[in-house]
């Protein structure tokens, strides 16, 4: 009876065993966004706006799923255009399911999420990649090593749930980023120029520029910032303009800010809105002289990763 107890206690021991090791292998498949999964799914749960997946390596373009042949994969709704190209998914989906959750390839190139538009897309290595629009396609496909960065960063942003992460490659520039990764605390900063007010980024329109992210209200707003980065982005880094008059560094308020000679000056409290206001012209005169020295002096240690952290005060 003794034996047999301590038999049942082993076998019990093996299959809590075997459960553990499943959970790990779908713990590393992918991080939780929310659910388990991070995939580019519409409101009903719908992955690739409703096009079947299997027909871009079959018939070798977007063909729209039927919304009554469907399978569910990795917490994501996929629909066919055949009961034929539903089994070909269900039978290997890690062959046919897109690359990096659905999304833009080119953006997670960059580290960061971006949906995706079927008419762009490519395969890669026996890989379904798509991309957002024309001008991401052409990045990616210029950059030889656009796959591998992509393959970089999709780790992280999984780990990070999909929030944006600053490539290696861009932490040489000296850029005040809270900590999701954007400029201006994630404000719109073209809407301060639009709207004449703070308005909150959204993450679905997201850019890259210099080292920093920044999020924007629409579409309209981020290819506005894309034609002309120089005309919009904040002053000295998007630090406390007048803090910088003072050769410092300091956070911002995205609620305080003010313009100069048409420069989006943005300021750490209404104390310092109001000094660096008293002589506006002489604290940007000092602040322009400070901040090449700031930049020599912070902005080649790139890969300790200081910038993704409030600056000292």
Same mark, same amino acid.
């Given at each position: 009876?003794?034996?047999?107890?301590?038999?049942? %206690?082993?076998?019990?021991?093996?299959?809590?065993?075997?459960?553990?090791?499943?959970?790990?292998?779908?713990?590393?498949?992918?991080?939780?966004?929310?659910?388990?999964? $991070? @995939? &580019?799914?519409?409101?009903?749960? @719908?992955?690739?706006?409703?096009?079947?997946?299997?027909?871009?390596?079959?018939?070798?373009?977007?063909?729209?799923?039927?919304?009554?042949?469907?399978?569910?994969?990795?917490?994501?709704?996929?629909?066919?255009?055949?009961?034929?190209?539903?089994?070909?998914?269900?039978?290997?989906?890690?062959?046919?399911?897109? %690359?990096?959750?659905?999304?833009?390839?080119?953006?997670?190139?960059?580290?960061?999420?971006?949906?995706?538009?079927? &008419?762009?897309?490519?395969?890669?290595?026996?890989?379904?990649?798509?991309?957002?629009? %024309?001008?991401?396609?052409?990045?990616?496909?210029?950059?030889?090593?656009?796959?591998?960065?992509?393959? *970089?960063?999709?780790?992280? $942003?999984?780990?990070?749930?999909?929030?944006?992460?600053?490539?290696?490659?861009?932490?040489?520039?000296?850029?005040?980023?809270?900590?999701?990764?954007?400029?201006?605390?994630?404000?719109?900063?073209?809407?301060?120029?639009?709207?004449?007010?703070? @308005?909150?980024?959204?993450?679905?329109?997201?850019?890259?520029?210099?080292?920093?992210?920044?999020?924007?209200?629409?579409?309209?707003?981020?290819?506005?910032?894309?034609?002309?980065?120089?005309?919009?982005?904040?002053?000295?880094?998007?630090?406390?303009?007048?803090?910088?008059?003072?050769?410092?560094?300091?956070?911002?308020?995205?609620?305080?800010?003010?313009?100069? &000679?048409?420069?989006?000056?943005?300021?750490?409290?209404?104390?310092?809105?109001?000094?660096?206001?008293?002589?506006?012209?002489?604290?940007?005169?000092?602040?322009?002289?400070?901040?090449?020295?700031?930049?020599? *002096?912070?902005?080649? *240690?790139?890969?300790?990763? %200081?910038?993704?952290?409030?600056?000292?005060?």
């Amino acid at each position: 009876m003794k034996t047999h107890f301590s038999s049942l %206690q082993n076998q019990l021991s093996y299959l809590l065993l075997l459960a553990l090791i499943a959970f790990s292998q779908a713990s590393c498949d992918a991080q939780a966004k929310g659910d388990q999964y $991070l @995939v &580019n799914i519409d409101k009903k749960g @719908v992955i690739l706006d409703g096009y079947d997946p299997v027909a871009f390596f079959t018939d070798s373009k977007p063909v729209m799923g039927n919304p009554a042949i469907q399978s569910t994969w990795h917490e994501a709704t996929y629909q066919f255009a055949s009961e034929e190209h539903k089994s070909l998914f269900d039978a290997m989906p890690e062959k046919y399911a897109p %690359q990096y959750g659905g999304y833009c390839g080119y953006a997670v190139s960059l580290g960061h999420l971006a949906p995706i538009d079927v &008419n762009y897309w490519s395969i890669l290595d026996g890989r379904l990649i798509l991309q957002h629009n %024309q001008k991401a396609s052409d990045g990616w496909n210029k950059n030889p090593m656009s796959l591998s960065l992509a393959d *970089k960063y999709w780790p992280k $942003l999984l780990s990070k749930k999909g929030k944006p992460i600053v490539p290696d490659e861009e932490k040489k520039y000296l850029v005040n980023l809270n900590g999701e990764g954007f400029i201006a605390e994630g404000y719109d900063v073209v809407a301060y120029f639009t709207e004449g007010k703070p @308005v909150k980024g959204d993450p679905a329109f997201v850019k890259l520029y210099n080292g920093a992210f920044y999020a924007f209200a629409s579409e309209e707003h981020k290819q506005m910032f894309g034609a002309d980065p120089m005309k919009y982005m904040p002053q000295y880094g998007g630090y406390c303009a007048y803090a910088m008059s003072l050769n410092k560094l300091r956070p911002i308020d995205p609620n305080l800010f003010q313009f100069v &000679n048409g420069r989006l000056m943005l300021q750490h409290s209404t104390d310092a809105l109001e000094k660096f206001s008293k002589d506006e012209q002489g604290n940007t005169m000092k602040a322009d002289k400070y901040w090449p020295k700031q930049v020599e *002096k912070k902005a080649g *240690k790139q890969l300790a990763g %200081q910038f993704d952290k409030p600056a000292k005060k």
